[in-house]
């Protein structure tokens, strides 16, 4: 990695984070709702990142539309954890959107005789309203908790950390125990295992600074918030790699250049959406 793009890593890292940290702590009105457009607007700039990936590989969709349809789902979770609307007007936008990919191929096509695009619209649109989507919204739905602000804020810690810490070990000792995965050859194992010590440490560390957010149910305390900084740290690396595995896929190096140092959108929160449905389950089950 070039010194250009390491220090452009380190600035998100000791900028953007604290920036981040201070919105969670400084703006929890409206159950977080700050925190919940950001999420809104990051699902819809994903979506339409993954949107050019799966148009390289013969899957079109216009940006618009991948757009509007990633956002579907996190702006229903905003609408019902913000402003207390009925749980159901999930189902409708989401089924909105799908009513609208199904009959959309009725006007698209209506004067042409080649409908062999259509499968392949419908595979990509609702390909993004699930990934990113569906699974970002998770994070918003960790402000219903009781204890939002310290959950949120150990999900965002438990990922960030993970992959920073990953990196660092990775540079430092990974030299010679990379390619375990081959869709991401440079990791290496010294970086898994780095990124794993931070997820747990993190949870360990805020379950006893925190203990009216972190009470156990049936486990110890100490088991359960080193288990789920384990599980939830296995998540982290998984979405990372699955992102790799698609960008291999569709021949894309990053899935954007919206974020110095990292790419784009999806390269920033293709972890924190695989992430949050596990942390926020596991959350729930072990307090």
Request: hydrophobic residues 55%; glycine residues 6%.
């Amino acid at each position: 990695m070039n010194k250009h793009k390491v220090i452009q890593r380190l600035l998100i890292f000791f900028i953007g984070i604290p920036l981040v940290i201070s919105l969670i702590i400084l703006l929890p009105q409206y159950n977080h709702l700050a925190l919940n457009i950001i999420v809104i607007l990051f699902s819809s700039m994903g979506a339409v990142e993954f949107s050019l990936m799966l148009k390289a590989k013969g899957f079109p969709i216009y940006v618009i539309e991948a757009a509007i349809l990633g956002s579907l789902s996190p702006l229903a979770t905003t609408f019902i954890v913000s402003f207390d609307t009925n749980s159901q007007i999930t189902q409708f936008l989401f089924v909105t959107g799908a009513f609208w990919v199904l009959i959309s191929e009725i006007f698209l096509y209506k004067h042409r005789e080649d409908f062999s695009p259509v499968l392949s619209r419908l595979v990509a649109a609702f390909s993004v309203m699930i990934y990113p989507g569906l699974l970002l919204s998770w994070v918003i739905t960790m402000s219903t908790l009781t204890h939002s602000t310290v959950v949120i804020l150990a999900f965002i810690l438990t990922v960030t950390t993970n992959d920073s810490l990953a990196w660092v070990t990775g540079m430092l000792f990974g030299k010679n125990n990379k390619g375990i995965f081959t869709v991401s050859p440079n990791k290496s194992i010294a970086g898994y295992v780095g990124g794993m010590a931070a997820s747990v440490s993190i949870c360990i560390i805020l379950a006893y600074t925190n203990p009216e957010a972190f009470v156990p149910d049936q486990i110890p305390k100490l088991l359960s918030a080193a288990l789920l900084g384990f599980f939830s740290g296995i998540a982290v690396i998984l979405g990372d790699l699955a992102e790799s595995a698609i960008k291999r896929s569709s021949g894309f190096k990053d899935s954007g250049r919206l974020v110095p140092g990292r790419g784009g959108v999806l390269d920033c929160t293709d972890s924190i959406a695989l992430t949050a449905p596990v942390f926020y389950v596991l959350y729930r089950f072990f307090f």
